[in-house]
């Protein structure tokens, strides 16, 4: 039921979808390695929280390219030597719906 | 009468039943953060054995801790602001306050009566009553003319009460003098761009906060504060690109070993030396990634460094005579810090993402033993209490 209901969502949002897999690697990436500058809950850090609360009000591909390319003059890196386009989207779209835990 | 010492004598036998450490020094004695479980592992340097957990710390993410001087208590600093003063012997939270909304470390003071924390939000530091975490002091980091506070970074505790910290968004350094609590007196020196981190040197004279905005480091010299922070290592990087910086750098600990200041390059891989008596460049050591903690064995001899993601499963040792890299380790996936014994005989590196903490010897560099740990990110040890900057 759960797995449905996250399906749905991700279509939803615009039919980005990363395999089982990969998609425990990106939790773990975004809640360990963007953690340790955005906080492990995502409630900020270094780097401003990354709730939905905090993020509502920006457009997903603003934050897709903030993800990708960084954001030069600050301590955001760009992350495309690591994550590809669509890991990116993914990232930003459990950002927006609140972001699944780690093993959960 | 007769009866209510004996149930009284119950009593207390039943209290130190309890205490699952015992009658026993702390010497040897640390914590491992579990930071996925907001729980710490208390731990036997000399058995080389978890003794007890403590759970119930909170968010634990970017977590660390200090000692009070008589080694007994672990004072827990959490992402979440929480300050969790831990008894290591009664192996259980003593005290607990939420002081902040997002925090990033602390310190304690030189005579121990105070501990003091470092926040992002709302930007500032307070000071504790190291004994019954009561609020001594709350000193906002505001700067420029809107009342707008800062991140802190880099707070490190100074000879006299006085702690020196950085401002990561007003690029300060600031020195606040708490031998009079109800009065803090704070002086300010203009620093460089964006500080992330700072540390004093083991003698508790020279503060420095690396810089993120540019390259160099800040440094003040805490015995003339009068001629104001200096830069050093400036322009290292020679106007090359930086690499994209996954992970801060840390400065705490010293990396202070003879002579020599070993300090993390900002987007390089290399480790940066410094002379300390004139604070110039000397040497730039290639190393596998970007440096995150590169810290000095106790005796200066050798200096251990790890890396951000993705170069986090190596560890690097510099042979301090040498100025080269003697060793390349694998000691698990995400090592996030290490911590040396007393002595240095061996150092413990926890590797997060293998839930482990894995102990080397620092002279035959063998591993001797692994402790299973859930997600363990700082290792702290007693020996902290007795030294500045820790």
């Known amino acids: 039921m759960k797995s449905v209901l996250f399906l749905s969502l991700a279509l939803a949002a615009g039919g980005v979808l990363a395999s089982g897999d990969r998609e425990r690697e990106l939790v773990r990436l975004v809640r360990q390695d963007c953690g340790s500058c955005h906080g492990m809950l995502l409630t900020g850090g270094l780097g401003q929280p990354l709730t939905p609360e905090a993020l509502r009000d920006k457009p997903a591909e603003n934050l897709v390219a903030t993800v990708l390319y960084g954001r030069p003059g600050t301590a955001m890196p760009p992350w495309k030597s690591i994550l590809t386009e669509r890991d990116a989207q993914w990232i930003v779209e459990r950002l927006l719906s609140g972001f699944p835990k780690e093993g959960g | ?390």
Not at chain 2, 54 to 60: R, S, Y
Not at chain 2, 137 to 147: I, Q, S
Not at chain 2, 155 to 171: E, S, V
Not at chain 2, 234 to 239: F, I, L, P
Request: glycine content about 12%; aromatic content about 8%; some cysteine.
């Open chain 2, 1 to 390: 009468m007769r009866w209510i010492a004996v149930l009284f004598g119950v009593l207390l036998a039943g209290c130190s039943a309890q205490a699952p450490l015992g009658l026993r020094g702390t010497g040897d004695l640390g914590i491992v953060i579990e930071r996925a479980s907001g729980r710490v592992a208390i731990v036997d340097t000399s058995a080389r054995s978890v003794l007890a957990r403590v759970e119930g710390l909170g968010d634990l993410s970017h977590a660390s801790a200090v000692f009070s001087r008589d080694g007994r208590y672990a004072y827990v600093f959490g992402r979440d602001g929480g300050l969790t003063k831990v008894d290591l012997l009664l192996a259980r939270i003593d005290r607990r306050v939420i002081q902040a909304g997002n925090s990033i470390g602390g310190a304690i003071s030189q005579d121990g009566r105070l501990v003091v924390a470092q926040n992002y939000e709302p930007g500032g530091i307070k000071a504790f009553d190291a004994a019954t975490l009561e609020l001594a002091a709350d000193v906002p980091a505001a700067y420029g003319d809107a009342g707008k506070r800062s991140k802190v970074v880099g707070l490190a505790d100074l000879p006299g009460n006085r702690f020196a910290y950085a401002l990561f968004d007003a690029g300060e350094i600031r020195v606040t003098d708490l031998s009079d609590p109800a009065r803090p007196k704070t002086a300010t020196y203009p620093a460089g761009t964006q500080p992330y981190d700072g540390l004093v040197t083991p003698d508790g004279r020279h503060f420095l906060a690396g810089l993120f905005g540019e390259d160099g480091v800040a440094m003040l010299d805490t015995w003339q504060p009068e001629l104001g922070a200096r830069k050093i290592l400036a322009d290292y990087g020679r106007g090359q690109e930086k690499l994209p910086v996954f992970k801060m750098p840390h400065l705490r600990g010293w990396a202070v070993a003879g002579r020599k200041a070993y300090l993390p390059a900002i987007g390089r891989h290399e480790v940066l030396v410094a002379d300390t008596a004139d604070w110039r460049l000397t040497r730039r050591i290639p190393v596998k990634g970007q440096p995150v903690f590169v810290m000095a064995r106790p005796d200066g001899r050798q200096v251990w460094v790890n890396f951000a993601f993705p170069d986090n499963g190596w560890v690097q040792v510099i042979d301090t005579q040498t100025g080269e890299v003697v060793q390349t380790l694998q000691p698990g996936r995400a090592v996030l810090h290490m911590e040396f014994t007393p002595r240095g005989e061996a150092v413990w590196i926890s590797a997060r993402d293998d839930n482990a903490v894995v102990i080397y010897d620092t002279t035959s560099f063998a591993r001797v033993a692994t402790l299973p740990a859930d997600s363990p990110s700082g290792i702290f040890f007693t020996t902290r209490a007795a030294r500045t900057g820790f």
